[in-house]
């Protein structure tokens, strides 16, 4: 995560950016209703009523944070596997790098 979040986020933004921008409903696109949706929720959300603030205003900013959350998740969860299931030390290399 440390040495590669930087590279997959600036990789997965663009594309993110694109598909979310592209018109959805009555010609808006996805980016742009969450933004209202945000703008609303923070304005009319605090008349006395407990609601936290949304500070995410951007939803191709939070989408890719949370598909990158979970594809360090799943590589995670991969690399216990190898390193305590010898079956899953599938070739030399992972043999070399996680076996006992």
Known sequence: RDKTYTELKNAFQPKVEKSL?????MNTSAEKLYEILVEHHNKYSFNGRAYPRI?????????????LSGL???????????RNNLSHQVTDTLRMIFGP
């Open 21 to 25: 921008s592209k018109p959805f409903v």
């Open 55 to 67: 500070s995410e205003t951007s939803l191709s900013e939070y989408t890719t944070r949370q598909a």
């Open 72 to 82: 360090f998740f799943k590589v995670a969860e991969e690399e216990r596997m190898i």
